[in-house]
């Protein structure tokens, strides 16, 4: 397994404001991943972090409005740009290891936008 | 198709009871089938997981079943316990490094005392 920590826990912010979300892992891990679940619903992929490159975003997701960081093997970042209320949601990192390997979640970041 | 399928939308079980989940997916290139539990407030955790070479896995009370010609396989857990009540998710992967997971749209479970 891994251990993965995520800041902050929970935020409560404004309307056009932006916050950064940090993920941080016990050890390297080969891919990190950025997922977004609404209240009640299934996890949605964000993108996909990539060490050293732009990070892979899924359809209705953009760089300008998530962009991304991951400077190393055990550390990423997802910016929430812009915030309107429709982006209160559950924010969640989670890592796999490599060939043959699961997906980790995160404790997940929960975001309030008034 | 990328959808993986799942059912009941919620469950009620008595304890000591069986609850089961069931979900159903399109795409063959799927090769690996994971269950995650997640409590209020938590991040979902791995539960059990399965690669289609077998038809069953069981890890204590919780027992994965997988059908590979019916593209199904379900979640059973034995003498249900009000501490399982959690939302459970289903999901299928294909490829080498964690990645393209697809998620079920969940189940929550209650179980009574």
């Known amino acids: 397994s891994a251990v993965i920590s995520q800041k902050p826990s929970r935020d409560i912010c404004q309307r056009g404001t932006s916050l950064t979300i940090q993920c941080q892992v016990d050890?390297?891990?080969?891919?990190m991943f950025w997922y977004r679940q609404q209240p009640g619903q299934s996890l949605t992929l964000i993108a996909t972090?990539?060490?050293?490159?732009?990070?892979?975003?899924e359809s209705g997701f953009v760089i300008d409005k998530f962009p991304i960081s991951r400077p190393n093997l055990t550390f990423s970042t997802l910016t929430v740009s812009n915030m309107s209320p429709e982006d209160s949601s559950i924010y969640l990192c989670?890592?796999?290891?490599?060939?043959?390997?699961?997906?980790?979640f995160g404790p997940g970041t929960r975001l309030l936008v008034l | 198709q990328q959808q993986v399928k799942q059912s009941p939308q919620s469950l009620i079980v008595q304890k000591g009871g069986i609850s089961i989940i069931n979900c159903a997916y399109e795409?063959?290139?799927?090769?690996?089938f994971p269950w995650y539990q997640q409590f209020p407030g938590k991040g979902p955790a791995l539960l059990i997981a399965?690669?289609?070479?077998?038809s069953e896995k069981k890890e204590g009370r919780f027992t994965i079943s997988f059908n590979k010609s019916a593209k199904q396989f379900s979640l059973h857990i034995m003498d249900s316990q009000p501490g399982d009540s959690a939302t459970y998710f289903c999901?299928?992967?294909?490829?080498?490094?964690?990645?393209?997971?697809?998620f079920g749209p969940g189940t929550r479970l209650s179980v009574l005392p």
């Open positions: 989670s890592v796999s290891r490599g060939p043959q390997e699961t997906q980790y």
């Open positions: 050890s390297q891990v080969t891919m």
């Open positions: 972090a990539n060490q050293g490159s732009e990070a892979t975003y």
């Open positions: 795409n063959t290139a799927f090769d690996y």
């Open positions: 399965i690669r289609p070479d077998v």
């Open positions: 999901a299928a992967s294909w490829g080498n490094y964690g990645q393209n997971f697809v």
